[in-house]
């Protein structure tokens, strides 16, 4: 199982930035989606989940409003619209498979957001 998240970068302050992350070697539409992030010195969070179909989202209260997760099933893809970024979105941010509220089946490598203020 691979996930291949890219997509991040430096962004001011009232920004936005599209995540990416792309899957192989699972079945992805029988996958809940989810991502993480995790900043300096805290622990990790979730930020957005999303069922199989993409019919049903859930977001952190810190993003609701902001970002929004959707995905691709026939491209095996799921992204992050980030809108109206802050510098406490800075972070490194994780796409994964089969995600509870503070773990997950499969994981992918991270990609790095940093909001400037």
């Known amino acids: 199982v691979q996930l291949q998240a890219f997509g991040g970068g430096l962004v001011q302050a009232g920004g936005s930035l599209r995540l990416a992350c792309a899957a192989s070697?699972?079945?992805?539409?029988?996958?809940?989606m989810g991502w993480f992030r995790q900043a300096p010195g805290k622990e990790r969070e979730i930020v957005a989940r999303?069922?199989?179909?993409?019919?049903?989202?859930s977001y952190a209260d810190s993003v609701k409003g902001r970002f929004t997760i959707d995905r691709d099933n026939a491209k095996n893809m799921v992204y992050l619209q980030m809108t109206n970024l802050k510098p406490e979105d800075t972070a490194v941010y994780f796409c994964a498979a089969d995600p509870s509220t503070t773990t997950a089946t499969y994981w992918g490598q991270g990609t790095l957001v940093t909001v400037s203020s």
């Open positions: 070697g699972v079945t992805f539409i029988t996958y809940v």
């Open positions: 999303i069922n199989w179909s993409g019919g049903r989202t």
